[in-house]
T-cell receptor
Framework: QQQVKQSPQSLIVQKGGISIINCAYE??????FPWYQQFPGKGPALLIA?????SEKKEGRFTISFNKSAKQFSLHIMDSQPGDSATYFC????????????FGTGTRLQVTL | ETGVTQSPTHLIKTRGQQVTLRCSSQ?????VSWYQQALGQGPQFIFQ???????GRGNFPPRFSGLQFPNYSSELNVNALELDDSALYLC??????????????FGPGTRLTVL
């Protein structure tokens, strides 16, 4: 059972544009929602994370929007740059159960010049 | 860099063999989680170790086992390797306890190829 669904699978955005990646979850016990960025041959690196008590969190060019009633959250990358080209994973965990992260299937982002 | 290190970086084994992967957690962290990432997929949780005890396990068979040592470093052991075990194995360290932030920091991974 896939508990975190991520879309789109791939995304091409022009430099300076906005990249939007969406995730939906099923488990209402999830209370921690991080986004990870992964470059080829590297481990995932934490970008930004949110908890359900806020609807939006912004760090630099990265913003998470969170909709608890719809059980959805999204990552917005403003002013996308070629260096942002990577695979992005949303994840979720129930911090009451050892913080096991359940990951989405990933979005491969390509930012073109 | 997260301060989480893994060894070896690459490994080639044949079906039926056994393998041990190693992870050193970030300074100050007391918990290690292991994930398997197949090509083109998201990481899948294998298990977590806290205070040298297994503290949660994903949907992986018993031939996947682990250890955590008093210095919080960890090993992942896989017996009777199968072709489908070919993947990137990721270790993540975190701090669980009064100062917990739930953030998991990943190492660079070990690429295991089973022939």
């Amino acid at each position: 059972q896939q508990q975190v669904k991520q879309s789109p699978q791939s995304l091409i955005v022009q430099k300076g544009g906005i990249s939007i990646i969406n995730c939906a979850y099923e488990n209402t016990a999830f209370d921690y929602f991080p986004w990870y960025q992964q470059f080829p041959g590297k481990g995932p690196a934490l970008l930004i994370a949110i908890r359900p008590d806020v609807s939006e969190k912004k760090e630099g060019r990265f913003t998470i929007s969170f909709n608890k009633s719809a059980k959805q959250f999204s990552l917005h990358i403003m002013d996308s740059q070629p260096g942002d080209s990577a695979t992005y994973f949303c994840a979720a965990s129930d911090t009451g159960t050892a913080s096991k992260l359940t990951f989405g299937t990933g979005t491969r982002l390509q930012v073109t010049l | 860099e997260t301060g989480v290190t893994q060894s070896p970086t690459h490994l080639i084994k044949t079906r039926g063999q056994q393998v041990t992967l190693r992870c050193s957690s970030q300074s100050g962290h007391n918990t290690v989680s292991w994930y398997q990432q197949a090509l083109g997929q998201g990481p899948q949780f294998i298990f977590q170790y806290y205070r040298e005890e297994e503290n949660g396990r994903g949907n992986f068979p018993p031939r996947f086992s682990g250890l955590q040592f008093p210095n919080y470093s960890s090993e992942l052991n896989v017996n009777a390797l199968e072709l489908d075990d070919s993947a990137l194995y990721l270790c993540a360290s975190s701090l669980v306890g009064a100062s917990s932030t739930d953030t998991q920091y990943f190492g660079p991974g070990t690429r295991l190829t089973v022939l």
